[in-house]
Structures are given as C-alpha cells and as structure tokens.
C-alpha cells in the first residue's frame, strides 16, 4: 500500500513539473504577444492561445481535486486495505500506463517549447511575415489542444481509479461481520489467494491455494528474509504463492533484483502452474524499471513465446514495443504496436497502442499538424 501512494506522490510530482512547464511556456506566450503586438491580424489568435492555457489550468486544478480526493480514501481505507491486496497488481499496472502518458506529454511540451523558441527567434527579423505568424500560433494551438485531451484522459484514469478505491473501501465494511460469524480456518477455505490482481484469480489449479492475506503476512517474515532464504528446508516447503508473493513484494520495495532471483525460483520450483508466466512477466518488468532496455525485451519475449495463453502477452508485447522506443528503434516500436492492436483489438493495450502511435506518425507529418484533428 505504502507503494501505491508513493506512485500517487510521483503522478502528483510529474503533474507539479507540468505546471511548471506550463507557467515558463505562458511567459514565452507573453513575450511572443509583446513582440507581435504591431500585427493586428495576430490578435485573435493569440487570446485564443490564453484560452486554451487557461482551460489546460482549470483541468489542472480538477486533476489535483481528484487526487485529493483519492489520496482522502486511501487514508480512510487505512489496515483495512490489506484485505484486498489483491487488487495491487492492477493499480501499479494503471499508474505505470499513466506515467506513460505523463512522458509523452512531456515530450509534446518540449516540441511545444521548441516551436516557441523559433518563433521568438523569428521575431527578431524583419522579414517575419502576419501569415507565418498565423501559422506558427495555429500549431501552437493545436498542441496545447491536443495536451488538453491528454490531460482529461489522465484525469479519467484517476477517477477510474478513485471508484475502485470507493468499491473496495464498501468491501472492507463488510469483511469484519463475516469474520465474526466465521472460524479461523473455514474462513481461510472460502477466501482466494490474496496475491496479485488476476495473477491469483487465475490460480485455482494449485493444491494449496486456499490461503488469506492475513495468514500470508504472517507467514513471510518482515524486511530480513535473507535468513529465510539461506535455509534449504523451508524453501522446499514453501507455498506456490507464498514463493509468488515474496517475490512480489521485493518488486513492489524495489529490490528488483531480489525480486529477479525470487521470481527465477518460483519458475524453477513451481514451472506448471499459472503463475508461472507471470513470474516471467515481473522479471522483465524488473530490468525495464532499471532501465537495461536490452535485457527487458529479451524476458518479456520469453512471456510472449514460452507462455502464449497467458493474460500478461498483450502487456508484455506493449512494454516490448515501449523499450524499442527508449532504444530509438521506432519502426520495430510501430511494427509491434500495430501488431497488438491486430491481436488483441479490444484490449486496453490496443487502446494504449494506439494513442501511443499518434505522437510517433505526428513528426513524419512535419508542418501539416495543425490540419490534423485531434
């Protein structure tokens, strides 16, 4: 949990750098108003651009209610949330797709900023005509036009994100009165593994699934696991998801290279159960958190051709084509993104796929952007 609200904290510190982005481009904005002010034809577009900078801030200020009102159920749901660990696996999911989202509309800022800066070198020379004027503020409004929707669309998965936690808080209303009318042990039977998100719905075909959260914790010493790990014994009788779990959980603090070794072991030990895929999904994850591109698209093809039934394939075929694109390899990132959206055209990786194909066709275009609709 402590996780998940320090994602929050870095969403809260990327949009924070955003604003600040955005309050240097509004002085660039009004210096180019001051040296154009001799243009009357440029007028109209220039309280245009105040417009939309002041649109892109009241969305601004809502995203920034939004999380507030997320970070406010998230204190509310407080021990309680330990309960529906289950659930981590898919938030971390939601808030790296949001981060995604946050790089992208820092790279589009920083083409925003560079058209600035031509324009204002522009302006400096006589030669500068009304109609280039023109056709640099209209890109420039196509721009922040087009920052907007990416804004709402970050302010919708926030929302999304905010019911969930509101339905989960319900949840936890009711699980004391369940448990007071219950034993121990039977209540342990009819409960799911609590391990993450669809990982361990999934797991119903392994004989010692049946396991609470709370037993879990117990089970899995603190921080120093390392003693556990020494000992040879206990880790023969450790739990499919115990073993899944652990690892997990070093991935969550990341210590990802303890989660690398642990993830390997859970495949070793246990190579026919579901979880098994996912495993191999985390590892990749792990090097592609650390930035070693290479080796991440190595082991998320090892998710893609070893376990191809596995609901982690469209992901890991996503962060494929995201590593391709830190290494510059744009037309194999393109190549596999139209792949996804060939293979899984309903998914939330098709969606994601193609947003993040808009940005890569934008430059080809060169100075037709501002025909295009976004």
């Known amino acids: ?4 609200q320090k994602n929050i904290k870095e ?13 240097k481009l509004s002085v660039e904005l009004r210096n180019i108003n001051q040296k154009t002010d001799v243009v009357e034809e440029t007028r109209t577009e220039q309280t245009d651009i ?22 406010t159920d998230m204190d509310n749901l407080g021990d309680g949330l330990q309960q529906v660990t289950s659930k981590i696996d898919e938030y971390v999911y939601r808030i790296s797709t949001l981060n995604q989202r946050l790089d992208s509309i820092d790279v589009r800022l920083t083409q925003l900023s ?3 800066k031509a324009t204002t070198e522009k302006g400096k020379k006589e030669d500068l005509t009304v109609k280039e004027i023109h056709q640099k503020l209209n890109s420039i409004g196509t721009g922040l ?25 319900e949840k936890q209303k009711e699980q004391p009165k369940k448990k007071d009318k219950k034993t121990p042990t039977p209540s ?40 556990a790990i020494a000992e ?38 246990f190579p026919d159960t579901e979880l ?50 830190k290494l510059n390899k744009h037309d194999e990132a393109t190549a596999q993104l139209k792949e996804i959206i060939e293979r899984y055209p309903n998914s939330d990786e098709a969606k994601l796929s193609k947003e993040r194909l808009k940005p890569a066709e934008k430059p080809a275009k060169g100075k037709e952007v501002k025909k295009t609709k976004k």
């Open 1 to 4: 949990m402590e996780t998940l």
């Open 276 to 325: 098994a895929g996912n495993s191999q999904y985390w590892i990749a994850e792990c090097y592609y958190s650390t930035m070693d591109y290479e080796m991440a698209i190595s082991e998320f093809n090892e998710v893609v051709s070893k376990y191809p039934n596995n609901s982690k394939v469209p992901s890991a075929m996503l962060k494929i084509a995201y590593a391709k694109i």
């Open 145 to 169: 036009a087009s920052l907007q929707t990416d804004l709402v669309g970050v302010k919708t998965e926030i929302n999304s994100l905010n019911e969930k936690m509101k339905a989960l808080a």
């Open 232 to 269: 040879s014994p206990p880790v023969v009788a450790l739990k499919p998801e115990d073993a899944y779990k652990t690892a997990y959980s070093d991935y969550l603090k990341g210590s990802f290279q303890l989660a690398i070794s642990g993830f390997r072991g859970y495949i070793e030990n």
């Open 188 to 227: 342990k039977k009819k409960e799911t593994p609590k391990t993450p998100a669809e990982d361990i719905k999934e797991e119903s075909k392994i004989p010692e699934t049946p396991i609470s959260v709370q037993e879990d914790a117990a089970e899995i010493p603190p921080p120093p696991t390392e003693p």
């Open 11 to 23: 969403i809260n510190t990327d949009i924070g750098k955003l604003n600040s982005e955005f309050g």
């Open 50 to 71: 105040k417009k939309i900078l002041s649109n892109i801030d009241r969305v601004l200020e809502t995203n920034r209610k939004n999380q507030a009102d997320l970070r």
């Open 114 to 116: 560079d058209i600035y």
